[in-house]
């Protein structure tokens, strides 16, 4: 049980999807999940352990690291990650609803002429359109939701995305002011800004694809979409 | 033997379940399974050797730790995951049990085996107050247990060999707390679903049932009706005549029927 479960049920949501949705999917995988598995958890592997206060306090670092890192970069893009895959659920949900319906129908004997076997509906491509179309507009404005909102927490937790040397805390039980110096925080910045503007490149993307779909559909019909 | 294993068992019971049992599984499999997994987990790793006492005294670290989590919360949190996942379990064998039965007569007993009809809806609402019962009963075990959702950052020891009260500090205690709140949304999400799910089905059958019942007084009154219909008026007559001090109520009632 890992990132591949994710990989399998959005995979099957591809099928479905337009070409910026494509995309968006390529770029979720190659440059947000592997690098978060191949490389962004390597760097953060021993954060805590590397923290190191300029005291011999007992508790004190662990006060102040958790003052100052109240959850970690690592899991707050592991959550933003699967938050952010969990509308593609609504289609494939939808889409495995019509091909329920589509069966039954089937079995029954009512259009017999469309497919020639159960095999064929289940590789069924859906199109865009009708009840589909809102399900997928729906879940792309929640993907959008969901990742202003991981970003807007990420900015607002750490004081923008840079990764400070050395941050100073007056926490109980810390004597006084003490020194606490962040383990590599150079190379926590540069991924963190990595993943940052992939992220922004994802939303982009999304914002490409939803106006993508609201004028397609009324280019093509645009009174009597709604009917 | 991994979470693969429990996510390839429950793969399973999808084809038997309702709508709202495919969203709980889908629940469980993306909130539950995999944030324990890829986030979680790691939280926890290295929890007794960064939970510090200020103190020199060997072993009050230890003995402080094994009083304040006497089972750690990740571990609660795995076992919870196990138990509530496996009653669904018993839907999958049920099945299994009817496909047997149906090789070993050699004929159609049933629909389908996966129709949810009689024994099957028994069990399956059986699976679902397990489901439900395990959810609450892990919640509360989790409130008793750490006093409350709440991870503090610091607790006050005095258990032997530290010799006097001691200040220990615990470990990532925000993210420990963001992550146990996480775990009770989700529990009572599903304990939602479940509930619901239990309300659907006994709603949907007992209306089932009983449009069968009202459907099957209805035919049984037509039929009457048309056996009624079709006497001889001959033979009615005749056996007017014979009886001549035919009771005024059977004579009512031929009029009332037709």
Partial sequence: MDWGTLQAILGGVNKHSTSIGKIWLTIMFIFRVMILVVAAEEVWGDEQNDFVCNTLQPGCKNVCYDHFFPISHIRLWALQLIFVSTPALLVAMHVAYRRHEKKKQFRKGGQTCEFKDIEEIKSQRFHIQGPLWWTYTSSIFFRLIFEALFMYAFYFMYNGFRMPRLVKCNAWPCPNTVDCFVSRPTEKTVFTIFMIAVSGICILLNVAEFCYLLIKVFLKKPVFFFF | ?258
């Fill in chain 2, 1 to 258: 033997m991994s979470w693969g294993f429990l996510r390839d068992i429950l793969s399973g019971v999808n084809k038997y379940s309702t709508g709202i049992g495919r969203i709980w599984l889908a629940i469980v499999f993306v909130f539950r399974l995999l944030v324990y997994v890829v986030a979680a987990e790691h939280v926890w790793k290295d929890e007794q050797k960064e939970f510090e006492c200020n103190i020199r005294q060997p072993g009050c670290e230890n003995i402080c730790f094994d009083h304040f989590f006497p089972i750690s919360q990740i571990r609660l949190w795995a076992l919870q995951l196990i138990m509530v996942s496996t009653p669904s379990l018993l839907v999958v064998l049920h099945v299994a049990y009817r496909e047997s039965r149906e090789k070993r007569h050699k004929m159609k007993l049933y629909k389908t085996p996966g129709s949810m009809d009689g024994g099957l809806l028994c069990t399956y609402l059986i699976s679902l107050i397990f489901k439900t019962g395990f959810e609450i009963g892990f919640l509360v075990l989790f409130y008793k247990l750490y006093g409350g959702f709440n991870v503090p950052r610091l607790v006050k020891c005095d258990m032997r060999p530290c010799p006097n009260t001691v200040d220990c500090y615990i470990s990532k205690p925000t993210e420990k707390k963001v992550f146990l709140y996480f775990v009770v949304v989700t529990s009572c999400l599903c304990i939602v679903l479940n509930v619901s799910e239990l309300s659907y089905l006994i709603f949907k059958y007992t209306i089932k049932c009983y449009l069968e019942r009202y459907n099957k007084k209805v035919q049984t009154m037509k039929s009457e009706c048309q056996k009624l219909k079709y006497v001889d008026p001959a033979e009615t007559a005749s056996t007017a005549l014979f009886h001549s001090n035919a009771s005024p109520v059977l004579d009512r009632k031929k009029f009332i029927l037709y």
